[in-house]
């Protein structure tokens, strides 16, 4: 099955700066690649995704980019706020079963 | 538009004994998720229903837990025994259709002891 990969595990930033967190995946043939973001106590949020025909989407202060061929996506968050202290996590479908796989988590703190 | 619900949002049992959560997908929703999320962890797939089918069940404990969606709306997930390590957070998430985003629930935190 699918087998997908992150890091850092943790990251903390200065309040402004940017956040980069990074994963791959194993089966070629996933095609969408969501990134969630779960705060304390609560179910994770999708905040941005991607699908397999397209290598970058932006969304405010949130980008994700896909590279098919090395089989890793990442996502990047710009002027960070203390509010986006949470656990990200990366996720990829596979096409037989639709079935999600997520990453392992990585905790960013943004220090103000 | 309501999210994904689900009850209780914490339960604690001891080892051995039987727990049921119960979720309630957003409406018109046909593909519903149950996960284990143990902490520290990414979730992981439990079952996934096509309306009141099962799609994929390969990584549920069929032993000890079971899963049903009878009307293709509202869905339950057992536990019967627990374990130590069945203790986690159980998220149910839910899609328009399986080729499309999930959400997610709060998540019933269960901690056997």
């Known amino acids: 099955g699918e087998n997908v990969e992150q890091h850092p595990s943790t990251l903390s930033v200065q309040e402004g700066d940017s956040a980069v967190i990074k994963c791959t995946y194993s089966?070629?043939?996933?095609?969408?690649f969501p990134w969630y973001k779960q705060e304390l106590g609560k179910g994770p949020q999708l905040i941005i995704d991607?699908?397999?025909?397209?290598g970058e989407k932006k969304d405010q202060r949130i980008a994700v980019t896909l590279n098919k061929t090395a089989k890793h996506f990442s996502l990047h968050i710009t002027e960070t706020q203390p509010e986006d202290s949470a656990v990200y996590f990366c996720?990829?479908?596979?096409?037989?079963?639709?079935?999600?796989?997520f990453g392992t988590g990585t905790s960013l703190t943004v220090i103000p | 538009e309501a999210g994904v619900a689900q009850s209780p949002r914490y339960k604690i049992i001891e080892k051995r004994q039987s727990v049921a959560f119960w979720c309630n997908p957003i409406?018109?929703?046909?593909?519903l998720y149950w996960y284990q999320q143990i902490l520290g962890q990414g979730p992981k797939l439990l079952i996934q229903?096509?309306?009141?089918?099962?799609?994929?069940d390969s990584q549920l404990p069929k032993d000890r837990f079971s899963a049903e969606r009878l009307k293709g709306v509202d869905s339950t997930l057992k536990i019967q025994p627990a374990k130590l390590e069945d203790s986690a957070v159980y998220l149910c998430?839910?899609?328009?259709?399986?080729?499309?985003?999930?959400?997610f629930g709060p998540g019933t935190r269960l901690t056997v002891t």
């Open positions: 998430a839910s899609s328009r259709l399986s080729i499309y985003e999930q959400y």
């Open positions: 089966d070629s043939a996933s095609n969408y």
């Open positions: 991607i699908r397999s025909n397209v």
């Open positions: 996720a990829a479908r596979t096409i037989t079963g639709n079935q999600f796989y």
């Open positions: 409406s018109g929703h046909a593909t």
């Open positions: 229903f096509q309306n009141n089918g099962v799609v994929d």
